[in-house]
């Protein structure tokens, strides 16, 4: 069975069933359904086969729902872009995916018109208007995306898709290079909501927060795809506002939210948090990052209400493993979904012990079939048939997997490994914490040193003696941060998780400002 059949029976059997809602607007199956089909035929109309590329640069509204299923209805492959993505970053996503048609608002068209424009053989470019600017003087060189909606009549037959064959390109956050873009099935994306409704009980009138957006894969397959399989509603918000969010869990009637670390965090800040119930919320996910264990406490202590945190990345979907309901322990990302192996090795690709750090690799049918025209690193990263995530980590004599951090962001001191996650977490027990990151930097005489960057709540303060005597009394002294940072809010990314390559760069930046530079 293919992804959109999902959509089409749901449009046949239960054609008035909401399937969207967005700015309190009802969007039903049939007709998101009918719509999908409009843009399958247009992409046809328009030259675009079988398993070419289609970009979709747009936030969090219908039309990426039905250019989405449209692209799948066509037998193309999906290629989400990031909406804050430069016109460089643009032009490299197009070309390594060779992108026949984007769709794209019009907020964003500047990016994809200056990449576009650079190319012999550009794709179409379909662009949405938002209605919130002028139309942009790129517009009248595209198309719009009402020319990509052709009508359809009884005789339309959606592609048959090889669920073996990717359906969709996902880009890496390329946090070293360029971004790589993995291939997902069909069958990857099949795979891991059988593995999530495993854990999950699904109520029929479940209605989920969409706040993440869906060029990640996290909200597109977590939320978007569970949902449309079980034919129940996603309230989409644009992009992620506290105060939005807030009373959408307050008011619409949410079961479901999913969210990355910091939502939460933002949510304990507001102003009514604890005051209000969000009375119908079942469950909350969290992943995209490590959740601070004090965040997960104070918030469930608040609402009642169970955060299973998750472990996933591009590559595995969403998700490989899950703190279930009956079974969890804070701090860890769980135990693995049934049909999923986990293991720890060492940088000889031997299995370590339980509670020895290693390199967390994993064996599963939700697992990429490769990275997008890039042979070596697929071949790298899935050495002996396992899939090697960069992440550090240990199993407890329980089978629960515990990340400690980033291969990449370990800090090496003078020979002693040092995992930022550790330091963080002592760092979020201090009630004036709202966020902080642990980076390594260069230093000549120990390799590197330890820098801590502190966001603090909202008429609170907190000196720098008084966050090293906190950690002193938690950790061993080589551990404790050379300096301490103090700035309004830490850098993110468009899902929430905090950049930490952006801190090391600003630390990098800090140090040039404050020290006089050698005559």
Known sequence: MSLHDFLLDAAREDPGRTCLEFSGTQYPFFMVAEQAKMVAAGLRAHGVGEGESVGVMLPNVPPFVT?????LMNGSTFVPINVMLQAEEVAYLIGDSD???IVVLDMFLASVHAAVSKLENPPVVFVLPSGKIDPPTEMAQHKTFFDLMV?????????KVDPSLPIMTLYTSGTTGKPKGA?????????NLDMMESIIAVDPDDKALCVLPLFHCFALNGVLNASVRNRTAVVLHPRFDVADCFNSLKDDEIKSF?????????????????????????YCISGGAAMPVEVMNQFEKATDVPIYEGFGMTETTVSVCINRPDHRKPGSIGTPFEGVEMKIFDEDD????????????????????????????????????????????????????????RKKDMIIKGGFNIYPREIEEVLYRLQQVAECAVVGVFDEEKGERVQAVIALKPDTTLTAAEVEAHLREHMAKYK????????????????GKIL??????????????RVPAKT
């Open 67 to 71: 250019s989405y299923y449209g692209t």
């Open 99 to 101: 992108i026949k048609a």
């Open 151 to 159: 009508e359809v009549d009884d005789s339309f037959e959606p592609a």
């Open 183 to 191: 291939q997902i099935t069909g069958a990857n994306i099949l795979a």
């Open 258 to 282: 999913a969210g990355v670390p910091t939502m939460f965090s933002y949510l304990l800040k507001h102003p009514e948090f604890g005051k209000k119930k969000f009375g119908k919320l079942r």
């Open 350 to 405: 031997h299995e370590l012990p339980n509670e020895k750090v290693g390199e967390l690799v994993i064996k599963a049918p939700n697992i990429m079939c490769g990275y997008l025209n890039k042979q070596e690193d697929t071949a790298e990263a899935m050495r002996e048939g396992w899939f090697h995530t960069g992440d550090m980590g240990y199993r407890d004599d329980d089978g629960f997997f515990f990340i400690v951090d």
């Open 480 to 495: 404790l941060p050379h300096d301490y940072t103090f700035i309004d809010e830490l850098p993110k990314g468009p899902t």
């Open 500 to 513: 930490k390559r952006e801190i090391r760069d600003m630390w990098t930046q800090w140090n040039r400002d």
